[in-house]
């Protein structure tokens, strides 16, 4: 069965210090993966994927996410973070051939929270 | 480009009411899909079509019914709302089955 997991519910940074933002998965065959963000009363915002290549993937923002077969994980990551960054954010999979088209699994969420 | 609009934005019902909660996009997107987020729960899949006359159940489908006769619209019902439907609804659309999706700004629904 396809899953992912945030196993942080908040992360607090201080203003210009690197932030981390965790996510595993579980997938029988290869991943895709995702980052979204949302903020207060919005939908979600695209930030980045993954679909094959190089294991260091650049988004919108400033953000990075670093996918790691090994470990199941692709953890994104910002060298300095804003005040602004502050948000809610999903890491998401899909599995490469499933059949179930459409279909994006997410994780429960991560609140970030970058105090200055 | 106005992207992926809901409507209503919010909404009230009582239980055991019907209503239909829009979706519209205008990027010509083929997929589509409507999730509902609870705390802590992350999004789930309700529904999700992969072109007009296509549509198929995701993961919490009961109580909701959906069918996609054009491109641009996507609409979710509620055929007897129920409390345990009290929810946030997001629509979404993209391109491809690994494309970004494009997500409304949703639709804050309570069921009394």
């Known amino acids: 069965a396809q899953s992912v997991a945030q196993p942080e519910d908040q992360v607090n940074v201080a203003e210009g210090n690197p932030l981390t933002v965790k996510c595993t998965y579980s997938v029988s065959g290869n991943p895709y993966l995702f980052w979204y963000v949302q903020y207060p009363n919005r939908g979600l915002q695209f930030l980045l994927k993954y679909i094959t290549g190089d294991n260091l993937v650049k988004g919108s923002y400033g953000f990075e996410a670093e996918f790691n077969k090994s470990q199941t994980s692709f953890h994104l990551k910002k060298p300095s973070a804003l005040v602004s960054d502050s948000a809610l954010y999903f890491c998401a999979v899909r599995e490469e051939g499933r059949s179930t088209l459409g279909r994006l699994y997410f994780g429960r969420g991560t609140q970030l929270t970058v105090w200055p | 480009n106005a992207g992926v609009t809901q409507t209503p934005k919010f909404q009230v019902l009582k239980t055991g009411q019907s209503m239909t909660l829009q979706c519209a996009q205008d990027?010509?997107?083929?997929?589509m899909s409507w999730y509902r987020q609870d705390p802590g729960m992350g999004l789930r899949l309700i529904h999700y079509?992969?072109?007009?006359?296509?549509?198929d159940q995701g993961e919490v489908p009961n109580g909701y019914n959906v069918s996609r006769s054009t491109t641009e619209d996507f609409p979710l019902r509620l055929l007897s709302a129920a409390p345990s439907q009290t929810s946030v609804y997001f629509c979404?659309?993209?391109?491809?089955?690994?494309?970004?999706?494009?997500f409304g700004d949703g639709t804050r629904l309570s069921i009394l």
């Open positions: 990027m010509n997107h083929e997929y």
């Open positions: 079509s992969v072109g007009a006359g296509i549509t």
């Open positions: 979404a659309s993209s391109q491809g089955r690994n494309q970004p999706q494009h």
